[in-house]
Structure formats: structure tokens, C-alpha cells
């Protein structure tokens, strides 16, 4: 499995299947979720109002999978990643989770290449080192990494960017 990391938008990413850091209630918001909604268009929002009545809302650490609608990918594969509110052995995990249930997710759905945001990092305010860590050590770790081609960091700016850089440069070394 390749990885690797590049600041852009991740609604412009070709690739089986992006992955939205979406809010638990599946309908749009700002940051990543909101651009992916808007660019997607209403293909995006149909499936997850079908989802969330067949479900109900999506639980942080979950995911779920639907059409790409009008974006590059063939999928969005929307997660509800932890708000920070201190440290907690529980928002880690529940970070873990995010991208082991997406990765899951994207076996299921014969997804070779994916593309993951820097989830819960905007709004809801996980450390972005912290974040990193999780994101990559939770990736590498992966019992069936394998049946994945590649996955792409997709970093909306410098920061993250740098952070994900020096990391997987250090893993690579």
C-alpha cells in the first residue's frame, strides 16, 4: 500500500473513493462536508436522507458509504470524526475508528485508491499532531492494508500538510 500526502482540495482528488469528515447528521456543513455537498450536489444529500432513515444519524467513529454524485471519485465514504474537549483515551479511539471503518468500508466497496481529509482537525478541534498520528499509525496498522492500492492524505493547508509530510517521511526513512 502506497501513502501519500498532498495539500489540495479534496473535492478535486480522482480516486475510488474520497472520504468526508461529515457530522453525524449526514446533511452537509461547513469545512470538508459542506464543500463536498455543494460540489457533489444533490446525488450526495439523497443518499444520506435515505441513509438516515433507514439508520438514523451516523455515530462519531462510524461510517457510511454513498454515491460520489457529480465529484471525480466513484464514492464519498462520510465518517463522524470526535470533537476535542481534552484529552481522552475515548476521542483517540473513536479517531481510530473513523479510519478503520472507512478503510472497511472501502474493501467492502472494491475501492483500491482512497482519499482521506485531516478529520475532526477544523471545527471540532482535535490537536493536528495528535490527529496525524492516529491517521497514520491507525492506516499502517490495518489488518487488510493490502487489499488497498493507495491512500492519499489530502491536506487543505500548510500545516496539516507539513505535519503529515515530516511523519510519513520519518516512517519512510
Known sequence: MIIEVIKADITTIKADAIVNAANSSLLGGGGVDGAIHRKGGKAILQAC????NKQGKCKTGNAVITTAGNLPAKYVIHTVGPVW???SKKNNALLADCYRNSLTLAIENDVKVIAFPNISTGIYHFPKDKAADIAITTINNFAEKEKIEKVIFVCFDD???LLYEE???RINQ
Open 49 to 52: 436522507v435515505a441513509i438516515r
Open 85 to 87: 474537549n481534552g484529552e
Open 159 to 161: 500545516e496539516n500538510y
Open 167 to 169: 511523519k510519513l517521511n
